[in-house]
C-alpha cells in the first residue's frame, strides 16, 4: 500500500500535489474513513501534532490536525477546562483533525452542543496545494466564508486539514449519574422525551436499549444533591446514583460498549425514530444526546437492515461504502469543483457508483 | 418576452415594485450611507415564486439580492444597481414548531423573535438574539450569521440552524442538513450560514430551539475605568463561571442611555452587566462566586436584581443604548469588531487615543464576553468632510481589531462595508479560494453581487486583484 507521511504544512502541500489520490489518516480510530481504496495512497497525519496556541482565558486553542485528543484534553484538564463536545475514541487514539472530519461528538454534548458548536476556525490545503484558511481564533467571528464549518463531517472531501481552532469551556467542577431501568422502551422513552423540554442544564442524557436512561448532572458539589434530588422527583423513580462516574462515562465515550461488534456505525437520529430504529437488526447500541445521536454495533445484515430503511448513517469501522447518503449534489459538487477540481481527496463518486 | 414582462406574467400588481416611489424603500438598509437603485422589487409569498424569480434572473443574467427587513449594518442588502430585490417579508409563516422535536421550521420572512414567542408556550427559545431581533427576519440572520448578547455560551446563528432548504443561484433547490441535532456528511448547511446571500437563497429554515432557562442572575457593577471593568470580566472567566451575558458600557454610552429611557444607572466611567442563567439551585451557587469575584475586582457600587422588573431595568439601558447615542449625535457609524477577550484593555486604549487624534467621539457598547467590540463613532454628515475621518476612524479600529488577532465583524458581517478590509484579515488564497466557491455556485454572479469579497465583479483575472 502506498504511504506517505506529512509532518509539516510544506509536506502536506507537497503530498497533495505529488499524488493522484489521497486518503488522510491521523490515528486510524475510524479505519473505515481511513483505509485507502484501489489507487489512493495513504497520508498519514500523524506526525503532523502538537498545540500551537492556547489561552486558558481565551476558552481557544489552535493545534495541528494530526495532534491527539487525549493530549489536547489533557492540556486543558490542568487548567480546568474541556470539550465540551465530549468526542468519542479518545483513548483508541482519534485526533482532532479525525474528529472533525468524521463530524463526532459524544453523550456530553447534550449540555453545550456539538462539534460544529465548537470548531472556529481551520487551516487547510486544498485539492492544489494551496493553503486556505477559514473562520478565526475568536469565539465570536461573522468574517468571510466559513470554510472550517465546511470541513465537519467532510471525511477530508475539500481539502486537508492543517491547524485547527476551537471553542472550549470550563469543566464542571464535580458530576453525579442517575440511573433508571424502566418497564419498557415506550416508558424509558416517554421519560426521556419529557427531560428533553425542562431546563435542566443534564451534562448527557442516554438512553441505553431496552429501556435505561442514564442522566449526568455537572455543576457545583453544593447543588447536585438538590438538583438530582428534584431529577428524582421529576421521575417520581429512585433510580440508582453514581457518585463516582467519570470511569463509567470515559468508556461510554470511548465507545467501549461496541467492541464485541464487526461494523461500528453513527446514526443521526431523533426521539421520534427510535422506535423505527429499534426494530432493525442492530447489535449493542446507545441512543446519546437525548436521542440525538446513535453509536450502533452490527453485523453486515444489520447495516443492510439500516440502509434498507433508507436510515442516513456513517461507517466508522467494518464496512467500505461510508457514508449514506451521499451529499446533495447540486451543492456538494459545486463546492467539491472549487475545492478538489482533479478529485483527489475522499468523497468522490467513481464510475457511476457511490464510492466514498 | 422581456425580463420585466416575464416577471409580470409571475407576480401579479402589487407584489411586483417598478415605479420610483414604491422602489426608494428599498433602496438601502441600515447602513444608510450607500443607496442603490433597483430595476424592481418583488414579493413572493411561496417559496415556488422565489425560485422562478431566481431562475428568471438567471436566464436574463440579472443580478438579485434576497432581503428580509432590511437591518443589516454592514450593507449586505444593498440592492445592486439595474437588478432585482427579492422581498422576503411576506414569507413569514412559522410552518412546523416541534416542541417534542427541539425544533421550528420556519420561513425566511419570520421575525426572529416571533420564534421565541410562538415557542414560549412549550417552554422553549430560540436562542440568537441580535439586538435587531425584534424586526430582523431568520433568513438575514442565516444569511449574516448573526449573534447576539449571548454568543460565549450558545454560539452563534449558525449552531442553531439543523437545516436548509436552498435556492441556488443557479436556479436548483437543494435541502441540506436533517431534522436533529447531528447529521452525517459535510455540513453544508453550516457552511451556508454567514455567507450573505453570495451562494443562494434560504427558502426554509429549521431551527434548534432550547428549554428557556429557569433562573437568572443579573448584576450591574460600576467602575472607575474601563479597564477595571474589563479586568473584571477576566476575572469572571478565571473563576471558571460562564455566564450567559458578559456586557460593558462606557461613560459616553451609559450618559446617552439615561438620556433616553432613565434606567437610573450610576453615573461612572464604565458599567458591567453579568448574567448568569440556568437551574436555581446552579445560579444559587454561582451567585455566590460570582458576588465574591465582583467584590474583589475593585467595583465602586454593585447591584443585583432581586426581580423580574428589576432585571428588564438593567438590561433597558443597554439594549436602547445604540439608538441613545443617535440623541447625542446626528450621525454615527457602528463597527463590530472582535478582538481575544484578553485584550480588551488594549484595544479599548488605542480606541481612546484614535479618538483623540481623529477629533470624533467614540461611544463603547459591547460584549465583554465575547471579545466583541461595539465602537459608536459620532460625526455630523453636515459638516465637509466628518464622514470621510470617521470611516478613516472606523477603518483603523477594525485593522486594529485584526491587529490584535480577533476578526473585522462579529455579527454584522462584511457587506460593503466591510469588504475593503478583507485582505487584513485574510491572505489572498484564502479570498482567492472564496471566489472559487463563489464562481463555482454562481458562475455568472447574480447573487448579491458585489458583497464581500473584494475583487468580484472586477473581470476575469481574479489573481492579478488579489496579488
Given at each position: 500500500?502506498?504511504?506517505?507521511?506529512?509532518?509539516?504544512?510544506?509536506?502536506?502541500?507537497?503530498?497533495?500535489?505529488?499524488?493522484?489520490?489521497?486518503?488522510?489518516?491521523?490515528?486510524?480510530?475510524?479505519?473505515?474513513?481511513?483505509?485507502?481504496?484501489?489507487?489512493?495512497?495513504?497520508?498519514?497525519l500523524s506526525g503532523l501534532r502538537g498545540i500551537l496556541e492556547y489561552a486558558p482565558e481565551e476558552f481557544v486553542f489552535t493545534a495541528y490536525a494530526g495532534t491527539p485528543?487525549?493530549?489536547?484534553?489533557?492540556?486543558?484538564?490542568?487548567?480546568?477546562?474541556?470539550?465540551?463536545?465530549?468526542?468519542?475514541?479518545?483513548?483508541?487514539?482519534?485526533?482532532?483533525?479525525?474528529?472533525?472530519?468524521?463530524?463526532?461528538?459524544?453523550?456530553?454534548?447534550?449540555?453545550?452542543?456539538?462539534?460544529?458548536?465548537?470548531?472556529?476556525?481551520?487551516?487547510?490545503?486544498?485539492?492544489?496545494?494551496?493553503?486556505?484558511?477559514?473562520?478565526?481564533?475568536?469565539?465570536?467571528?461573522?468574517?468571510?466564508?466559513?470554510?472550517?464549518?465546511?470541513?465537519?463531517?467532510?471525511?477530508?472531501?475539500?481539502?486537508?486539514?492543517?491547524?485547527?481552532?476551537?471553542?472550549?469551556?470550563?469543566?464542571?467542577?464535580?458530576?453525579?449519574?442517575?440511573?433508571?431501568?424502566?418497564?419498557?422502551?415506550?416508558?424509558?422513552?416517554?421519560?426521556?422525551?419529557?427531560?428533553?423540554?425542562?431546563?435542566?442544564?443534564?451534562?448527557?442524557?442516554?438512553?441505553?436499549?431496552?429501556?435505561?436512561?442514564?442522566?449526568?448532572?455537572?455543576?457545583?458539589?453544593?447543588?447536585?444533591?438538590?438538583?438530582?434530588?428534584?431529577?428524582?422527583?421529576?421521575?417520581?423513580?429512585?433510580?440508582?446514583?453514581?457518585?463516582?462516574?467519570?470511569?463509567?462515562?470515559?468508556?461510554?465515550?470511548?465507545?467501549?460498549?461496541?467492541?464485541?461488534?464487526?461494523?461500528?456505525?453513527?446514526?443521526?437520529?431523533?426521539?421520534?425514530?427510535?422506535?423505527?430504529?429499534?426494530?432493525?437488526?442492530?447489535?449493542?447500541?446507545?441512543?446519546?444526546?437525548?436521542?440525538?445521536?446513535?453509536?450502533?454495533?452490527?453485523?453486515?445484515?444489520?447495516?443492510?437492515?439500516?440502509?434498507?430503511?433508507?436510515?442516513?448513517?456513517?461507517?466508522?469501522?467494518?464496512?467500505?461504502?461510508?457514508?449514506?447518503?451521499?451529499?446533495?449534489?447540486?451543492?456538494?459538487?459545486?463546492?467539491?469543483?472549487?475545492?478538489?477540481?482533479?478529485?483527489?481527496?475522499?468523497?468522490?463518486?467513481?464510475?457511476?457508483?457511490?464510492?466514498? | 418576452?422581456?425580463?420585466?414582462?416575464?416577471?409580470?406574467?409571475?407576480?401579479?400588481?402589487?407584489?411586483?415594485?417598478?415605479?420610483?416611489?414604491?422602489?426608494?424603500?428599498?433602496?438601502?438598509?441600515?447602513?444608510?450611507?450607500?443607496?442603490?437603485?433597483?430595476?424592481?422589487?418583488?414579493?413572493?409569498?411561496?417559496?415556488?415564486?422565489?425560485?422562478?424569480?431566481?431562475?428568471?434572473?438567471?436566464?436574463?443574467?440579472?443580478?438579485?439580492?434576497?432581503?428580509?427587513?432590511?437591518?443589516?449594518?454592514?450593507?449586505?442588502?444593498?440592492?445592486?444597481?439595474?437588478?432585482?430585490?427579492?422581498?422576503?417579508?411576506?414569507?413569514?409563516?412559522?410552518?412546523?414548531?416541534?416542541?417534542?422535536?427541539?425544533?421550528?421550521?420556519?420561513?425566511?420572512?419570520?421575525?426572529?423573535?416571533?420564534v421565541s414567542r410562538q415557542a414560549a408556550p412549550f417552554g422553549l427559545y430560540y436562542a440568537p438574539d441580535p439586538s435587531s431581533q425584534p424586526i430582523s427576519t431568520i433568513?438575514?440572520?442565516?444569511?449574516?450569521?448573526?449573534?447576539?448578547?449571548?454568543?460565549?455560551?450558545?454560539?452563534?446563528?449558525?449552531?442553531?440552524?439543523?437545516?436548509?432548504?436552498?435556492?441556488?443561484?443557479?436556479?436548483?433547490?437543494?435541502?441540506?442538513?436533517?431534522?436533529?441535532?447531528?447529521?452525517?456528511?459535510?455540513?453544508?448547511?453550516?457552511?451556508?450560514?454567514?455567507?450573505?446571500?453570495?451562494?443562494?437563497?434560504?427558502?426554509?429554515?429549521?431551527?434548534?430551539?432550547?428549554?428557556?432557562?429557569?433562573?437568572?442572575?443579573?448584576?450591574?457593577?460600576?467602575?472607575?475605568?474601563?479597564?477595571?471593568?474589563?479586568?473584571?470580566?477576566?476575572?469572571?472567566?478565571?473563576?471558571?463561571?460562564?455566564?450567559?451575558?458578559?456586557?460593558?458600557?462606557?461613560?459616553?454610552?451609559?450618559?446617552?442611555?439615561?438620556?433616553?429611557?432613565?434606567?437610573?444607572?450610576?453615573?461612572?466611567?464604565?458599567?458591567?452587566?453579568?448574567?448568569?442563567?440556568?437551574?436555581?439551585?446552579?445560579?444559587?451557587?454561582?451567585?455566590?462566586?460570582?458576588?465574591?469575584?465582583?467584590?474583589?475586582?475593585?467595583?465602586?457600587?454593585?447591584?443585583?436584581?432581586?426581580?423580574?422588573?428589576?432585571?428588564?431595568?438593567?438590561?433597558?439601558?443597554?439594549?436602547?443604548?445604540?439608538?441613545?447615542?443617535?440623541?447625542?449625535?446626528?450621525?454615527?457609524?457602528?463597527?463590530?469588531?472582535?478582538?481575544?477577550?484578553?485584550?480588551?484593555?488594549?484595544?479599548?486604549?488605542?480606541?481612546?487615543?484614535?479618538?483623540?487624534?481623529?477629533?470624533?467621539?467614540?461611544?463603547?457598547?459591547?460584549?465583554?464576553?465575547?471579545?466583541?467590540?461595539?465602537?459608536?463613532?459620532?460625526?455630523?454628515?453636515?459638516?465637509?468632510?466628518?464622514?470621510?475621518?470617521?470611516?478613516?476612524?472606523?477603518?483603523?479600529?477594525?485593522?486594529?481589531?485584526?491587529?490584535?488577532g480577533g476578526s473585522l465583524t462579529g455579527e454584522h458581517g462584511i457587506g460593503v462595508e466591510k469588504k475593503g478590509y478583507m485582505p487584513e484579515m485574510f491572505a489572498p488564497?484564502?479570498?482567492?479560494?472564496?471566489?472559487?466557491?463563489?464562481?463555482?455556485?454562481?458562475?455568472?454572479?447574480?447573487?448579491?453581487?458585489?458583497?464581500?469579497?473584494?475583487?468580484?465583479?472586477?473581470?476575469?483575472?481574479?489573481?492579478?486583484?488579489?496579488?
Amino acid at each position: 500500500m502506498p504511504e506517505v507521511r506529512a509532518n509539516s504544512l510544506e509536506e502536506a502541500q507537497e503530498a497533495v500535489r505529488t499524488y493522484p489520490r489521497l486518503r488522510p489518516k491521523g490515528g486510524g480510530s475510524k479505519p473505515a474513513l481511513s483505509t485507502p481504496k484501489d489507487g489512493e495512497t495513504l497520508l498519514d497525519l500523524s506526525g503532523l501534532r502538537g498545540i500551537l496556541e492556547y489561552a486558558p482565558e481565551e476558552f481557544v486553542f489552535t493545534a495541528y490536525a494530526g495532534t491527539p485528543l487525549k493530549e489536547i484534553e489533557e492540556t486543558l484538564r490542568a487548567h480546568g477546562q474541556y470539550l465540551p463536545f465530549h468526542p468519542p475514541l479518545v483513548e483508541q487514539g482519534a485526533t482532532l483533525g479525525g474528529t472533525v472530519a468524521a463530524g463526532l461528538s459524544g453523550p456530553m454534548r447534550e449540555r453545550f452542543g456539538g462539534l460544529r458548536d465548537f470548531i472556529l476556525g481551520v487551516r487547510f490545503v486544498d485539492g492544489e496545494g494551496r493553503v486556505v484558511r477559514g473562520g478565526g481564533k475568536v469565539v465570536k467571528n461573522a468574517a468571510g466564508f466559513p470554510f472550517h464549518r465546511l470541513m465537519v463531517g467532510s471525511l477530508g472531501a475539500f481539502g486537508v486539514m492543517v491547524e485547527l481552532s476551537f471553542k472550549v469551556f470550563p469543566s464542571p467542577r464535580a458530576t453525579q449519574t442517575l440511573r433508571l431501568t424502566y418497564g419498557s422502551l415506550a416508558e424509558a422513552l416517554a421519560a426521556m422525551e419529557r427531560l428533553r423540554v425542562l431546563p435542566l442544564d443534564l451534562l448527557a442524557l442516554d438512553l441505553i436499549p431496552p429501556a435505561t436512561l442514564e442522566i449526568r448532572l455537572g455543576g457545583f458539589p453544593e447543588s447536585l444533591g438538590k438538583r438530582l434530588k428534584r431529577l428524582q422527583e421529576i421521575l417520581q423513580k429512585e433510580g440508582e446514583v453514581l457518585a463516582e462516574d467519570e470511569t463509567h462515562w470515559e468508556g461510554v465515550r470511548n465507545l467501549r460498549f461496541l467492541e464485541e461488534a464487526p461494523i461500528w456505525v453513527k446514526v443521526p437520529s431523533t426521539p421520534a425514530w427510535v422506535p423505527k430504529l429499534e426494530n432493525l437488526l442492530l447489535g449493542p447500541r446507545r441512543y446519546l444526546a437525548g436521542g440525538e445521536l446513535l453509536y450502533a454495533g452490527m453485523e453486515a445484515k444489520g447495516l443492510a437492515s439500516l440502509r434498507q430503511a433508507g436510515i442516513p448513517h456513517l461507517v466508522l469501522k467494518g464496512a467500505e461504502d461510508a457514508l449514506f447518503p451521499h451529499p446533495p449534489e447540486a451543492f456538494f459538487r459545486k463546492l467539491k469543483l472549487a475545492l478538489d477540481p482533479r478529485s483527489r481527496f475522499p468523497l468522490e463518486k467513481r464510475g457511476g457508483v457511490g464510492e466514498l | 418576452m422581456g425580463f420585466l414582462e416575464e416577471l409580470r406574467a409571475l407576480f401579479p400588481p402589487g407584489r411586483l415594485l417598478t415605479k420610483e416611489a414604491e422602489l426608494a424603500p428599498y433602496e438601502s438598509d441600515a447602513l444608510t450611507a450607500y443607496r442603490k437603485r433597483p430595476l424592481a422589487v418583488v414579493l413572493p409569498e411561496r417559496k415556488e415564486e422565489v425560485v422562478e424569480a431566481v431562475r428568471l434572473c438567471r436566464r436574463y443574467g440579472v443580478p438579485f439580492l434576497a432581503r428580509g427587513s432590511g437591518t443589516s449594518l454592514s450593507g449586505g442588502s444593498l440592492p445592486v444597481e439595474g437588478g432585482l430585490v427579492i422581498a422576503l417579508n411576506r414569507m413569514n409563516r412559522i410552518l412546523r414548531l416541534d416542541p417534542k422535536a427541539r425544533i421550528a421550521v420556519v420561513e425566511p420572512g419570520v421575525v426572529n423573535l416571533e420564534v421565541s414567542r410562538q415557542a414560549a408556550p412549550f417552554g422553549l427559545y430560540y436562542a440568537p438574539d441580535p439586538s435587531s431581533q425584534p424586526i430582523s427576519t431568520i433568513g438575514g440572520n442565516v444569511a449574516f450569521n448573526s449573534g447576539g448578547a449571548h454568543c460565549l455560551k450558545y454560539g452563534m446563528t449558525a449552531g442553531h440552524v439543523l437545516a436548509l432548504e436552498v435556492v441556488t443561484p443557479e436556479g436548483e433547490v437543494v435541502r441540506l442538513g436533517g431534522e436533529g441535532l447531528e447529521s452525517v456528511g459535510p455540513d453544508l448547511h453550516g457552511f451556508f450560514v454567514g455567507t450573505e446571500g453570495l451562494l443562494g437563497v434560504a427558502l426554509e429554515i429549521t431551527l434548534r430551539l432550547l428549554p428557556k432557562p429557569e433562573a437568572y442572575h443579573t448584576l450591574l457593577a460600576a467602575y472607575r475605568s474601563l479597564e477595571a471593568a474589563g479586568n473584571a470580566v477576566s476575572q469572571v472567566i478565571r473563576s471558571g463561571l460562564l455566564p450567559g451575558a458578559m456586557e460593558i458600557m462606557d461613560r459616553l454610552s451609559i450618559e446617552a442611555a439615561e438620556a433616553a429611557v432613565k434606567a437610573g444607572y450610576p453615573r461612572v466611567e464604565a458599567l458591567l452587566i453579568v448574567e448568569l442563567e440556568g437551574p436555581k439551585e446552579e445560579v444559587e451557587e454561582e451567585a455566590k462566586l460570582l458576588a465574591q469575584v465582583i467584590k474583589e475586582s475593585g467595583a465602586l457600587e454593585v447591584r443585583v436584581a432581586q426581580s423580574e422588573a428589576e432585571r428588564q431595568a438593567i438590561w433597558k439601558g443597554r439594549k436602547a443604548a445604540f439608538s441613545a447615542v443617535g440623541r447625542l449625535s446626528p450621525d454615527y457609524i457602528v463597527q463590530d469588531g472582535v478582538v481575544p477577550r484578553s485584550r480588551l484593555g488594549e484595544a479599548l486604549k488605542e480606541i481612546g487615543r484614535l479618538s483623540q487624534e481623529y477629533g470624533l467621539r467614540v461611544a463603547n457598547v459591547f460584549h465583554a464576553g465575547d471579545g466583541n467590540l461595539h465602537p459608536l463613532v459620532l460625526y455630523d454628515g453636515k459638516k465637509p468632510g466628518e464622514l470621510e475621518r470617521a470611516e478613516e476612524l472606523a477603518g483603523e479600529i477594525l485593522k486594529l481589531c485584526v491587529r490584535l488577532g480577533g476578526s473585522l465583524t462579529g455579527e454584522h458581517g462584511i457587506g460593503v462595508e466591510k469588504k475593503g478590509y478583507m485582505p487584513e484579515m485574510f491572505a489572498p488564497e484564502d479570498l482567492l479560494a472564496m471566489e472559487r466557491v463563489k464562481e463555482a455556485l454562481d458562475p455568472q454572479g447574480l447573487a448579491n453581487r458585489g458583497k464581500v469579497l473584494p475583487g468580484h465583479g472586477q473581470g476575469p483575472h481574479l489573481g492579478e486583484v488579489y496579488a
